[in-house]
């Protein structure tokens, strides 16, 4: 993996050699204060807003614009992206992630990793981030792992209109139910605050590309880690963000690019 941008002369970013978890997790490390946020020009605004959190997306693309591949992310991904995926996980209070994507990838609990024991106890993390699935149907399957043998508690967000039957067998499985809207649908924007008030603020999304659409249009998205892969897909694949339409294109700045076999990692900040 080499270092493209910002610019380094530091031999050991230079190098195309694979970077350890504790590199890694240096350069995708949430912003503390303000300063940091807008070091270099990079934009954005500090996690230590402590009211709404900062919430960064990550999802990988095919050179023509696909969100997957017959359904699934794994076919664009690769070895590098898979060191990513699970440094940003690391590095996570909660994953957010709408229902769709659980019932397609297949979703288990976040686990323990070694590697970023320490610097999640510096933080005062639990041992693992929170998985927190986002449902306004609950049509969920509660007898899966990733509700019944969690490190910490899966969340599950969901409207004030929920049916009560669904809300209880989430209960009763062992999920924590928290409402983040009126209705029975969830309000994008109020995501992040609902999470805030519980103590998780370093979130990260991991799509879909619905739901990944709903939060930019709500101009709750504070950070794009995209992954671009070199490959096409064609197909009717979505986009990685698939929701309503900004009335005016949302600016992000460049905040990191790193490349490995032809992927290029790339991190957008909001402006």
């Not at 969690?150 to 999920?175: E, H, S």
Request: charged share 25%.
């Amino acid at each position: 993996m080499r270092r493209l941008f910002p610019a380094s002369h530091e031999t050991s970013d230079l190098d195309n050699r694979q970077w350890g978890l504790d590199e890694l997790a240096d350069v995708y490390a949430y912003p503390t204060d303000r300063d940091e946020a807008l070091e270099g020009g990079q934009g954005g605004r500090p996690d230590g807003d402590r009211d709404t959190g900062w919430l960064r997306a990550n999802m990988v693309s095919s050179l023509d614009g696909a969100a997957h591949h017959e359904g699934r992310s794994q076919p664009l991904s690769s070895d590098a992206d898979m060191r990513i995926f699970g440094t940003l996980r690391g590095l996570a209070d909660a994953v957010v992630v709408g229902a769709q994507t659980v019932r397609q990838e297949g979703y288990r609990p976040a686990r323990a990793r070694e590697a970023f024991a320490a610097r999640r106890a510096a933080l005062g993390q639990p041992p693992a981030p929170v998985i927190a699935v986002v449902s306004a149907s609950l049509d969920l399957d509660f007898a899966l792992p990733l509700f019944t043998e969690p490190l910490v508690p899966t969340i599950v967000l969901t409207g004030a209109g929920a049916a009560p039957d669904r809300v209880a067998a989430a209960r009763k499985a062992g999920a924590e139910v928290i409402v983040a809207g009126d209705s029975a649908r969830v309000e994008p924007g109020r995501v992040k605050r609902v999470l805030a008030e519980r103590g998780l603020t370093r979130l990260l999304t991991e799509g879909g590309p619905k739901m990944l659409g709903q939060f930019a249009a709500a101009g709750a998205l504070d950070e794009l880690c995209l992954s671009l892969a070199p490959m096409v897909a064609a197909g009717a694949a979505p986009r990685i963000m698939n929701g309503p339409r900004l009335e005016v294109p949302e600016r992000f700045v460049l905040a990191s690019v790193m490349e490995e076999a032809g992927f290029l990692f790339t991190r957008y900040r909001r402006i």
